[in-house]
């Protein structure tokens, strides 16, 4: 890996980086859409070849299951079993101790799966979490971790955050003594739960292990736990990792938290978000979520949105058909997913564009005031950008601010 931070926002912690790898080079910020199974869903990788996009994350422990490994070694890597040519990052198979936690036992040694498909114990260790992520072959390849919901108390968090730092050790050994680390990127992930000492205690012993890894990822968050406290410990865990490595906050995906997390130095970021809600018929825009089910857009003929490029907008597609085919018909669904993810790419590619050209601060203030201008600013955000020196209400007096964690989606079946 080669990076590079090319500018910083004179008064946020926000930066553009470059950032080289084997199937080329992604510049950062930048979101990164989930094909878990080697596949964005409703989409082809020419599609999102398309869209600009240069780096997708796939699923170790999926992959793992089905196809599995001789399949992919056969194929030739990931790359090639999907006819994907750009930057691959592979998440360890970790996550999965909290979402499949009824199939899973977790020892020193690793992690027991029964498959949810066949039944079947499966140990996944760190050194097995590394063998698989060789075979895919992803550019960026990330530690096994021992996570914990980020609602979990007690010893438990406490004892997942210091195996993590044990099972990093093991990683970077099996990683180094298999002669891939110059192919491929080995990032840790930075445990802790919300507990601010326990943070500060994993950050210290990653940090040491620097020169076996090449970046860092901040793991345990987005599970439902306070946004007031989530961009404390985002914070608290940007400005303590070195400044030389990539920054990746793990499972971000509304377009708030994403330029929050820019804001406070993060350079990295995923979430099956905008294909998931996608499916359920919500188009993001820079005015807010748009629920295509609510009767009011079945007689209207505009697109999404007028100043998107993206395909769907850009031939002609209006509401009204999304409307009537939407949850119906797979096409609807295909054409909304490549409107989010280009919405995506655009919060990201203009926030880069805006830290190039020192008005980041301004980018921000634009942004929230459109998304939030019927809702009123979320608290939490106001709060994280005040405390990198942007002020949202700045100018604004009257403007209004709503507690709790944010979320403006319109859901309901309203007709």
């Known amino acids: 890996m080669q990076f590079e931070v090319l500018a910083t926002c004179h008064t946020t912690r926000a930066r553009v980086c470059r950032m080289t790898l084997g199937h080329g080079v992604t510049m950062l910020p930048t979101f990164m859409p989930v094909a878990t199974q080697a596949a964005i869903k409703g989409l082809t990788p020419q599609q999102m070849e398309g869209l600009g996009v240069s780096l997708i994350l796939n699923n170790t422990y999926h992959l793992n299951l089905r196809p599995g490994i001789k399949v992919l070694q056969e194929a030739g890597g990931a790359h090639k079993f999907q006819g994907w040519n750009h930057n691959l990052l592979t998440d360890s198979g970790g996550f999965q101790l909290v979402s ?5 036992k977790i020892t020193e040694e ?39 919901s980020s609602l979990t108390t007690g010893s438990r968090v406490g004892e997942a955050m210091e195996r993590s730092v044990r099972w990093l050790d093991r990683c970077i050994e099996f990683h180094r003594k298999s002669g891939r680390d110059e192919k491929q990127n080995l990032f840790a992930i930075v445990q802790g739960g919300l507990d601010p000492a326990l943070r500060d205690r994993c950050l210290e012993e990653m940090i040491k292990r620097r020169e076996g890894v090449a970046g860092y990822a901040i ?18 865990c940007a400005e303590k990792l070195p400044a030389d490595r990539p920054r990746y906050s793990m499972g971000i995906g509304f377009a708030e938290d994403l330029l929050v997390c820019v804001a406070l130095g993060v350079d990295m970021a995923d979430c099956v978000f905008p294909t998931r809600t996608a499916r359920f018929g919500v188009a993001l825009t820079h005015n807010g979520p748009m629920n295509l089910r609510l009767g009011k857009y079945a007689k209207d003929f505009g697109p999404i949105d007028d100043t998107c490029p993206c ?28 409107h989010n993810l280009t919405f995506q790419a655009q919060v990201m590619g203009r926030a880069r564009d805006a830290i190039i050209a020192g008005t980041f601060p301004k980018y921000l203030r634009s942004f929230f005031a459109g998304y939030f201008s019927d809702s009123g600013y979320p608290e939490w955000c106001v709060n994280a950008l005040r405390s990198v020196g942007v002020d949202l209400l700045e100018g604004d007096p009257a403007a209004k601010v709503v507690r709790g964690n944010g979320a403006k989606w319109e859901y309901s079946d309203a007709s």
């Open 110 to 148: 690793g992690a027991l799966f029964a498959s949810p498909f066949t039944g079947e114990p499966t140990m996944l260790t760190p050194e097995e979490s590394m063998s698989i992520q060789h075979a895919i072959g992803a550019d960026i390849i990330m530690q096994l971790d021992d996570v914990v």
């Open 311 to 338: 395909p769907t907008c850009s031939d002609g597609t209006s509401r009204s058909i999304l409307h009537h085919t939407i949850t119906r018909e797979t096409s609807a669904a295909h054409a909304v997913t490549l």
């Open 100 to 104: 499949l936690s009824k199939f899973t």
């Open 219 to 236: 793991g345990g968050l987005s599970g439902g736990e306070e946004k007031d406290i989530f961009w404390r410990i985002i914070k608290q």
